[in-house]
């Protein structure tokens, strides 16, 4: 019996960008998908409810000169990223129709997964599904890992968060308040400044727009200099951190996202400061530390479910607000984590 | 009854300096020196013996406008530096006539320590003394520190080492062939590139000065990538090697000569690779592990004395040639570890 088909709307990657990247990059098509997973394969089809908009996706929009840590998106093939999906038929042992999953998949209604071994069945759905899109996601594990594996927080130490309201920084500030140290966030509005003050408890929060020295805000809130700085940024930002950072600091070096729409990355003039201040500058990517996902889980769950981590979403409504979603993320127009609602069920 | 007064030929920094240093922003004085300790201070009082130029002492030279890791000089008094002296008196319950010590002191015949406590007591003199300037002292201990604690090397990495030629250079080649690594150099002349491969056992070095792209240079010794590098140099060539790293690469971060000179340090533009191939960028000075140093010679005096190891020494006899000796550095002019005999006992 063939399966049934039904038609799937789909966000498709036009060519690859350069500079910053407009909706017009974007183009939406309507295939035909059936809501089977083909005899000879191992995968799963699923359906999509949640999609989230991550900095990462800029670097997948460029033409790949050299591998890159993540492939480049295919122009003309729908843009694919983290969601939440729902398992309509599977022929994975992990899986089966009905299980709510959340892992890379299309930008588009339905998906055919022939990698799901690197998907995370949901087990607990006692919190907001739209979740598994970021503070019980890749985000989530990305503010984990990169704050105590890479970090290495201690209490009472001056923690730093640029971006700080962002999918990732929202969580950092909280997790580094958790871990008993003095925070602060920098955001790019008035109203992300306040919600880093009033929702996620940051001791101080500042709008690095209103700043016209960078170096010297940074010296007002950390007058002996600054431990951690969860780097988000980059550029002009990292050079005014580093001329305020302590000896031995660390900065767990996240992503860079004031400089993913330049041709040539803004030059950073004060890294003589890292052999002066013995500071260790370490990149990291969440793919490598999934294997802690259980162990942040247990941490993070109760926490959420008793009310004292705050998740701030901003949320836009079917796939067709999608590509401004994602352009969107570049300008900081999202307040908090971003993600785009398919379906709810 | 008094103490013998004698005459004490000394360097003198004249001024703060801007921009490249010149001989003349030094001047000898002699002044008079009593050849003891005063009653009331736990020093020591010695012959120096042999002065050692380091690329940390252009730092000293600036005016301090914010604090560093190590102190300004003083203008109107003598450069201090690392060197090998005799002691001739001592208060210092460490040390006692006749002893042999490295540690920080005057540029001129003969000093006055006061904080004797940070000076190393040479027990070994089976070895040429000048190697407490060089192999057996700072630059050594720094070499060592730095391949070890801080790059974690592994039998069959690919190690590249900047500034290879030089006091701390040299001894990181050597330390990564004895740990079973791949070791490319690069230098700034004919002579300094032979020396890599002919003395001190380099699988390959190229002069940075003939490449005109250095990213194509690093590629060509390192097709699969560099999982060490060991960093002295700074700006462009680190610009270079960010762009060859392979994932999980390791920085030790010793220093950047070629930026030292400037008035604003190049920009460094390829930052962003140490997300993408989770890079540790780790600055460390080696004043945070001198505990190491008898685990240190327990390794290296062996494998001196058994010619395992060579260490090559520019050597300008006279206080008088100091300042030129010192400048020479900073344009590349010495071949090996630039050292300045004041006496030889």
């Given amino acids: 019996m063939a399966a049934q088909e039904v038609s799937n709307k789909q966000v498709i990657l036009k060519d690859y960008v350069v500079g910053s990247p407009k909706e017009s990059d974007m183009e939406f098509t309507t295939s035909k998908i059936a ?30 000169e050299r591998a890159s840590y993540v492939e480049a998106f295919t122009p003309g093939k729908p ?31 339905y998906s055919l997964i022939t990698s799901a071994q690197s998907f995370f069945k949901i087990e607990d759905t006692d919190v907001p599904l739209s979740y598994y899109t970021g503070i019980l996601g890749m985000p989530g594990m990305t503010a984990y890992t990169g704050f105590y594996e890479i970090g290495s927080p201690k209490r009472g130490e001056c923690v730093y968060v640029s971006a700080a309201s962002g999918a990732v920084g929202q969580l950092v500030g909280q997790l580094a308040k958790l871990a008993g140290c003095y925070v602060v966030g920098s955001a790019g509005s008035k109203e992300k400044v306040e919600l880093l003050k009033s929702k996620f408890g940051f001791d101080e ?36 951190v580093l001329m305020n950072m302590k000896d031995h600091g ?96």
């Fill in 79 to 109: 843009i694919t990223g983290y969601g939440v999906s729902k398992v309509l038929d599977s022929q994975h042992p992990n899986f089966k129709a009905g299980d709510l999953v959340w892992g890379m998949t299309g930008w588009e209604e």
């Fill in 35 to 64: 809501l089977k997973v083909p005899e000879d394969c191992d995968g799963i089809l699923v359906k999509n409810l949640y999609l989230s908009c991550d900095p990462f996706m800029r670097g997948r929009m460029t033409k790949p």
């Fill in 250 to 345: 660390r900065i767990p070096t996240c992503g860079m996202i004031s400089q993913y729409n330049l041709q040539q990355h803004d030059g950073v003039h004060n890294l003589f400061n890292v052999v002066s201040k013995r500071i260790r500058m370490q990149g990291f990517i969440v793919f490598d530390h999934y294997h802690l996902y259980p162990k942040y889980l247990e941490l993070i769950l109760p926490q959420i479910k008793e009310g004292k981590v705050s998740y701030v979403e901003d949320v836009a409504e079917g796939l067709e607000n999608a590509p401004s979603a994602l352009i969107g993320i570049f300008a900081g127009r999202n307040v908090g984590k971003q993600l785009v609602v398919v379906a709810r069920e």
């Fill in 205 to 240: 929060a500042f709008n690095y727009k209103e700043e016209e020295d960078l170096e010297a805000a940074l010296r007002r809130y950390f007058p002996d200099g600054i431990d951690i700085y969860f780097e988000n940024v980059g550029g002009k930002m990292l050079d005014a």
